[in-house]
């Protein structure tokens, strides 16, 4: 009782701050709050000044106080930089402190505009993996570490965790989720949110923006909606209510905000066009039915094209709204309930939307003050800046990157042993995808494999190429190797006995695979070392599968893409995982 009387003492004054910052707001101020638009950082940390990328521009001119980062520098250079950016920030009017966004940057996997991989932070498995381990405390102190990590940077707000259930296994995105079990999703997001924003937001927190409502996973074909031909999300098992399951948990945890993702709901009550637009599941859904009165921001680019590299055309994001203007597509976002655009800058088209009395000033202040206090629970008001030197310290120090390293190796899953494993003595090792340095402390490497007691090889899920640089980074299409590479790794496998594992970012189609080999081992973003640890025994190996792998691509292409454990006769079973 005393406890739920302190939170509201807490709650009324930050209530009574807000409305106290508000108060001095102008119009274009209010309406900057509600644009997060990614920044980015010059060569040793300094401020971007180039035209198309001005930080001075951004702050002010726009008076954007929500930033996003994708690549950035070593950690003192990268806190150099928030401090740089916050002081900008005072040079404001009212001084609003900036608040500083990431997607997922600890793991091993790299991908422009979903996650970045760890460099110099802890590295640990993705997601897949953590779910693999079936730990909640382990999620747990990986959201705390990451929270520290972060914190000690300047960045404030995760745009993560992803509460979507990988139900479809082509969807190129799992890798970022918890796996196919909505039980197993909702217990590991909620330990995730409450590692990095602790029993309730405060100055000691990172924000969590929890993704992608109301649930990503189950794509038509598979194919991803950051592109045209993924738009479509739909529900052939009738299984819509089945992914909010993990959200529910999210919002348990108290998640401080939600991003919905770009896909439209086809053949449900809903309207037809993406979430980021759609009142039914913002406002009805969201809102109303689980009355979430945190932030909504969309995912990035629902209102204007962007260049890529190479002169690659990136379109809005905008489905079932295509044919509508930038003024219209703006007013339908708000109109849906959200508060914040991801991606977009147009500051002047929402201030014009109010001036011609479309939107009134009544709206941006809901979202305004949702927007403010998050700052003002962050602490940003009070002090925005970080030690720079702590920063070095901080950021994947010796006990955080073994942390790391643990999960690693708590996470790979062995698939399949025929008396191979673990390894004894100095075998002679045959290795592929392994660096050769780190092979050498577990046995004599050896340059052919006729000479090899054993092959070690580490293989990626495998994917088509797309075009593009956008589309190179999602690997969607086929889940099974293309022949000849098949019929390579095959070959190896019966020449010499072969310890395969593969690093599976999603499902992965390989029964030819697992009847040959020796061994099979699946990671979810694991060091050489770690699988040389599992392979020889010095690590016991424990992760379980946290989806189905399916037998053949007419099994994947006949399941329903909303249902869970859909496909039929798996080569191994969600949960599958040996031990010795």
């Keep these: 009782m005393l406890e739920a009387t302190a939170n509201e003492g807490r709650g009324a004054k930050t209530d009574a701050r807000v409305e106290q910052i508000l108060a001095r707001m102008t ?39 929500h930033f ?10 990268l806190a150099s930089w928030t401090n740089a950016v916050q002081r900008l920030a005072q040079e404001t009017r009212l001084g609003v402190p900036v608040t500083i966004s990431s997607d997922p940057r600890h793991s091993f996997n790299d991908s422009f505009g979903a996650s970045v991989g760890a460099a110099e932070l802890s590295r640990w498995p993705e997601p897949l993996g953590l779910a693999a381990t079936g730990d909640e405390e382990l999620v747990r102190e990986f959201g705390d570490i990451a929270r520290q990590e972060y914190r000690a940077v300047g960045l404030r707000a995760a745009l993560h965790p992803m509460a979507d259930l990988a139900t479809e296994p082509r969807w190129p995105r799992a890798y970022g989720t918890f796996g196919e079990d909505a039980e197993l999703a909702g217990r590991m997001v909620a330990a995730y949110i409450r590692g990095f924003q602790g029993d309730e937001l405060g100055p000691g927190s990172v924000a969590c923006m929890t993704k992608h409502f109301p649930g990503g996973g189950p794509q038509l074909d598979g194919e991803d909606p950051h592109f045209h031909y993924g738009k479509d999300q739909v529900y052939p098992g009738g299984n819509f209510e089945h992914h909010l399951l993990p959200f529910e948990a999210a919002f348990a945890a108290g998640t401080a905000q ?7 709901p086809v053949g449900t009550e809903h309207e037809e066009v993406g979430f980021g637009f759609n009142r039914g599941v913002i406002t009805g859904l969201l809102r109303e039915r689980y009355g979430f009165d945190g932030v909504v921001c969309t995912d990035w680019g629902l209102l204007t094209d962007d260049m890529m590299p190479g002169d690659d ?10 044919h509508l203007s930038l003024e219209e597509r703006l007013l339908k976002v708000v109109d849906a309930g959200v508060d914040q655009l991801g991606g977009e800058s147009c500051v002047d088209v929402l201030v014009g939307l109010v001036r011609a009395g479309r939107i009134s000033e009544e709206r941006i202040d809901v979202s305004a003050r949702r927007l ?12 925005p800046f970080v030690d720079e030197d702590a920063a070095e310290h901080i950021v994947g120090c010796a006990a955080f990157a073994a942390a790391g390293e643990r999960a690693q190796r708590r996470a790979i899953v062995l698939l399949e042993n025929r008396g191979i494993l673990p390894l004894t003595g100095r075998p002679k090792l045959y290795v ?49 190797f293309p022949e000849e590479e098949l019929a390579r790794v095959l070959a190896l496998c019966d020449a010499v006995p072969t310890v395969v594992d593969i690093f599976l970012d999603r499902a992965a189609v390989i029964p030819e695979l697992a ?43 006949a399941q329903r893409s909303d249902v869970p454990f859909d496909s039929a006769e798996p080569l191994y079973s969600f949960g599958h995982g040996l031990a010795y």
């Excluded at 996003?68 to 250079?77: E, G, H, K, T």
């Design 27 to 65: 119009l274009e101020e209010k309406a900057a709050l509600m644009f997060q638009t990614p920044l980015l950082i010059g060569d040793g940390g300094t401020l971007m000044e180039e035209p198309f990328h001005s930080t001075r521009a951004l702050v002010l001119e726009r008076g954007i106080t």
């Design 68 to 77: 996003n980062i994708y690549q950035a520098p070593p950690p003192r250079q």
């Design 258 to 264: 939600v991003m919905p993702y770009y896909g439209r």
């Design 313 to 322: 055309l990136w379109p809005a994001r905008c489905w079932g709204v295509e």
């Design 372 to 383: 403010l206090r998050d700052k003002v629970r962050l602490g940003l008001f009070d002090d």
């Design 432 to 480: 592929e995808g392994v660096r050769p340095e780190v092979a050498s402390l577990y046995g004599a490497v050896v340059e052919r494999p006729e000479d090899a007691d054993v092959a070690v090889i580490r293989l990626r899920a495998p994917y088509e190429p797309r075009d593009g640089f956008h589309q190179q980074f999602f690997h969607s299409g086929s889940l099974a």
């Design 515 to 557: 009847a040959r080999c020796g061994a099979l081992m699946a990671s979810f973003g694991a060091s050489d070392a770690a699988v040389l640890d599992l392979a020889t025994g010095a690590f016991a190996p424990s992760g379980r599968l946290p989806f189905e792998l399916p037998s053949s691509m007419a099994a994947v292409e």
